[in-house]
């Protein structure tokens, strides 16, 4: 491990940055941190084992600006960067970015003053978003103070990302990334916004969101497939427990356990229990897609 230069104050806000393998990314993310119009912040860089030049560039940026707290450790992926990140943290704030990505000035700032206005312990703000076809924005909400059950809807309607909002690190007792799982932020997202007392929508885009199409291969996409189908039944499971029962949530396990049906060819215990789902929901009221009537004659089919 290796750490910058000791920081003159307390931070109020701690920015938490995995870093793997990105170095020609990397130097837009940091110089974008180093750039807050926000005073008392703290960046912690987290290299999960990078073998480029990924770790030399955060050790960089360490020794030049106290503001910058530099860990290396083993490859273990990016929940356990985030979570090495929270333990960390010294700020009463909490944020994230991911290290091929870059934000606004005031990302800190505005975030933060809009926190502190409105007694919110999580403020949720829009995103740019570079490498998309237009029309790819998703869901919005209107801006104030908005209810747990909009902002759940919110993120159940496609918007888990944990890097568009600023957190009251109290929402993180008992609450950590899965590690050894993809789709993290799907498996976390819904618990801190269960969490909050007030939330705040800030209609202002702070974050700039890079795609980039990655080249998996049979196995990644088979991970990827079956974490993303188990992380949502998983939060769909949760909420009912809880006493919240999503809009349309017989709508949406059919759906999720659909796609997983069709996108899998491996007939394991998930895509059991994803038939299984199926099969209990296809009698609901639902107008389906011609992949997803297809689909499910299919398991008709094969049933009879």
Same mark, same amino acid.
């Given at each position: 491990?290796?750490?910058?230069?000791?920081?003159?104050?307390?931070?109020?806000?701690?920015?938490?940055?995995?870093?793997?393998?990105?170095?020609?990314?990397?130097?837009?993310?940091?110089?974008?941190?180093?750039?807050?119009?926000?005073?008392?912040?703290?960046?912690?860089?987290?290299?999960?084992?990078?073998?480029?030049?990924?770790?030399?560039?955060?050790?960089?940026?360490?020794?030049?600006?106290?503001?910058?707290?530099?860990?290396?450790?083993?490859?273990?992926?990016?929940?356990?960067?985030?979570?090495?990140?929270?333990?960390?943290?010294?700020?009463?704030?909490?944020?994230?970015?991911?290290?091929?990505?870059?934000?606004?000035?005031?990302f800190c700032e505005s975030a933060l003053r809009c926190a502190r206005e !409105?007694?919110?312990?999580?403020?949720?703000?829009?995103?740019?978003?570079?490498?998309?076809?237009?029309g790819k924005e998703g869901p919005t909400l209107s801006q104030g103070? @908005?209810?747990?059950?909009?902002?759940?809807?919110?993120?159940?309607?496609?918007?888990?990302?944990?890097?568009?909002?600023?957190?009251?690190?109290?929402?993180?007792? !008992? @609450?950590?990334?899965?590690?050894?799982?993809?789709?993290?932020?799907?498996?976390?997202?819904?618990?801190?916004?269960?969490?909050?007392?007030?939330?705040?929508?800030?209609?202002?885009?702070?974050?700039?969101?890079?795609?980039?199409?990655?080249?998996?291969?049979?196995?990644?996409?088979?991970?990827?497939?079956?974490?993303?189908?188990?992380?949502?039944?998983?939060?769909?499971?949760?909420?009912?427990?809880?006493?919240?029962?999503?809009?349309?949530?017989?709508?949406?396990?059919?759906?999720?356990?659909?796609?997983?049906?069709?996108?899998?060819?491996?007939?394991?215990?998930?895509?059991?229990?994803?038939?299984?789902?199926?099969?209990?929901?296809?009698?609901?009221? @639902?107008?389906?897609?011609?992949?997803?009537?297809?689909?499910?004659?299919?398991?008709?089919?094969?049933?009879?």
């Amino acid at each position: 491990m290796s750490m910058g230069k000791e920081a003159v104050m307390k931070p109020t806000v701690s920015v938490i940055v995995p870093v793997y393998q990105v170095e020609d990314y990397l130097w837009s993310c940091l110089d974008s941190l180093s750039a807050q119009t926000q005073e008392g912040i703290e960046i912690l860089l987290i290299d999960d084992g990078s073998t480029d030049l990924s770790g030399r560039i955060c050790d960089q940026y360490a020794d030049a600006d106290g503001r910058f707290r530099c860990f290396h450790t083993e490859n273990r992926g990016l929940s356990a960067a985030r979570n090495l990140g929270i333990g960390q943290a010294e700020g009463q704030y909490l944020m994230f970015a991911d290290s091929d990505d870059w934000v606004e000035k005031d990302f800190c700032e505005s975030a933060l003053r809009c926190a502190r206005e !409105n007694a919110a312990d999580l403020v949720i703000f829009p995103r740019y978003m570079h490498g998309f076809a237009p029309g790819k924005e998703g869901p919005t909400l209107s801006q104030g103070l @908005v209810s747990k059950e909009a902002a759940l809807e919110f993120c159940l309607n496609g918007s888990s990302a944990v890097w568009r909002s600023l957190y009251d690190r109290t929402l993180f007792e !008992n @609450v950590r990334f899965p590690e050894g799982r993809l789709y993290e932020d799907i498996a976390t997202y819904y618990k801190l916004i269960w969490k909050a007392q007030r939330i705040y929508y800030l209609d202002r885009k702070l974050y700039h969101y890079r795609y980039r199409r990655a080249s998996l291969s049979h196995e990644e996409t088979h991970q990827r497939n079956r974490d993303y189908y188990l992380m949502g039944m998983q939060r769909l499971s949760d909420l009912h427990s809880w006493g919240y029962s999503p809009a349309k949530m017989e709508e949406r396990a059919l759906r999720l356990s659909l796609r997983y049906c069709r996108t899998v060819e491996e007939r394991d215990d998930v895509w059991m229990r994803a038939a299984e789902t199926v099969r209990k929901y296809a009698g609901s009221p @639902v107008e389906l897609s011609e992949k997803e009537r297809q689909t499910l004659q299919a398991l008709c089919d094969t049933d009879s």
